[in-house]
């Protein structure tokens, strides 16, 4: 039992965690009754509920979609930051840079390149993503390039849709890379216009059905499926593999493992994966 204004009991826990690994697949640990105590407090104080059950209890009978949203939001973990594990970026502008010489010849329209960042948070990865490529390729202004960029975390999408951070988050960063970025206030940076015309924000939960067509010729799915346990992390790569396109790339968190889980990928760089040649992961699952 957590002391506190609202005492959790085992019994409280498991139905917390039963609920949000039904809703969103996150699979909470023993080591995380804390953060639960100290993220949900504040909503069952302001329902006016005495206890953990009783909100449970109102969430189960009564709440709504919103309710739920708002259970889901207080529950995930958003760290990111710009540049995060920025090999991943010179990996893709390299992509990129081939698909720039090889697509507009095979293209009869404009030619298309499409990525998406699944899991985006505030918005960090997929900016980086826009930045780097527009930075790289300013022919991509010709091309149909759109990033969709999503997350199950409603607060996170609206932040990330302002594209407006403290001047902090470039701390540590080159002054190449901080040059990329315009100065919005005294405190503030803001992400330039051409990166935040190429993405897409969406609300949207990686275990429901997504309304997503692909191919993608890239997709960052990193630090997400972490929150998943192994048979929820191969569901989502195998469902991934669907709307990657064959020759694109799957990057994933430095900590993650596809190939425990799903068995349609190669390592092809260090926590970057492509299809099996002739396969899909759908087949191979
Ligand atoms: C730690 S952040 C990773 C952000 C970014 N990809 C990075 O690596 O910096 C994990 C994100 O996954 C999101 N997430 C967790 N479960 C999800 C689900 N079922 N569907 C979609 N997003 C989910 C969380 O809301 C959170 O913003």
Redesign the pocket.
């Known amino acids: 039992m957590e002391a506190g204004e609202f005492p959790l009991s085992d019994k409280e826990f498991a139905r917390i965690r039963e609920r949000v690994y039904k809703?969103?697949?996150?699979s909470l640990s023993d080591a995380k009754r804390t953060l639960v105590v100290s993220r949900l407090s504040k909503i069952v104080r302001t329902l006016g509920l005495p206890s953990f059950s009783a909100y449970i209890d109102y969430l189960e009978a009564k709440g709504s979609a919103e309710d739920d949203q708002v259970f889901?939001?207080a529950l995930?973990?958003?760290?990111?930051?710009f540049f995060?594990?920025d090999h991943h970026f010179d990996h893709l502008v390299s992509h990129v840079g081939n698909l720039m010489s090889e697509r507009p010849r095979m293209s009869r329209g404009r030619p298309r390149l499409r990525i998406w960042?699944?899991?985006?948070?505030?918005g960090?990865?997929p900016y980086t993503i826009a930045l780097c490529l527009l930075a790289a390729f300013p022919d991509l202004k010709r091309w149909d390039f759109r990033i969709l960029a999503?997350?199950?975390?409603s607060n996170?999408v609206a932040r990330a849709a302002t594209g407006v951070y403290p001047i902090g988050e470039l701390n540590g960063l080159s002054a190449a890379r901080a040059a990329l970025f315009e100065k919005a206030g005294p405190d503030t940076i803001r992400i330039p216009q051409a990166a935040r015309d190429v993405i897409s924000f969406k609300l949207?939960?990686?275990?429901?059905p997504w309304p997503v067509k692909g191919p993608f010729d890239a997709i960052?799915?990193?630090?997400?499926a972490?929150?998943?346990d192994k048979p929820t992390q191969g569901v989502l790569f195998d469902r991934l593999g669907h709307v990657l396109a064959p020759d694109g790339f799957l990057y994933i968190?430095h900590s993650e493992n596809l190939q425990a889980v799903s068995k349609g990928y190669r390592l092809v760089g260090k926590t970057i994966y492509q299809l099996k040649a002739n396969s899909n992961a759908k087949d191979a699952a």
């Open positions: 809703i969103a697949g996150i889901v939001n995930t973990t958003n760290l990111t930051r995060r594990e960042s699944a899991g985006c948070s505030t960090q990865e999503t997350d199950i975390d996170v949207l939960n990686l275990i429901e960052f799915c990193r630090n997400v972490i929150y998943f968190g």
